[in-house]
């Protein structure tokens, strides 16, 4: 059975930076698609970045350029380093794998994400 673990949540001043990890275990995560996903306040959960098997990524227009999605399989571990924060970055950050082959497909719809850690809170303040 997969376990996810985030860390690396905080509170940050607004400009500054901080890098989320995913630690996974019971599961091998290299060639599989995965993605972080927050929840702000009073806000629906939604997408912010996406890499599949091969390395490529995809971002939310919101952090786009201000945050990078990157794995390392030799440690089985997903992050997220978000630079630039802004207070409405403030949210409960998950990370999530998709165990279907076909990454591409529904790639931000979370009902196709598979398993889903706690999640780690971020805080940006103005």
């Known amino acids: 059975q997969v376990q996810l673990v985030e860390s690396g949540g905080g509170s940050v001043q607004a400009g500054g930076s901080l890098r989320l990890s995913c630690a996974a275990s019971?599961?091998?995560?290299?060639?599989?698609?995965m993605g972080w996903f927050r929840q702000g306040p009073g806000k629906e959960r939604e997408g912010v970045a996406i890499?599949?098997?091969?390395?490529?990524?995809a971002y939310a227009n919101s952090v786009k350029g201000r945050f990078t999605i990157s794995r390392d399989n030799a440690m089985n571990t997903l992050y997220l380093q978000m630079d630039s924060l802004k207070p409405e970055d403030t949210a409960m950050y998950h990370c999530?794998?998709?165990?279907?082959?076909?990454?591409?497909?529904?790639?931000?719809?979370?009902?196709?994400?598979?398993?889903w850690g706690q999640g780690t809170q971020v805080t940006v303040s103005s």
């Open positions: 999530a794998v998709k165990y279907s082959d076909y990454c591409r497909v529904g790639l931000w719809e979370q009902k196709f994400y598979n398993a």
């Open positions: 019971g599961y091998i995560l290299s060639e599989r698609c």
């Open positions: 890499i599949d098997g091969d390395g490529d990524t």
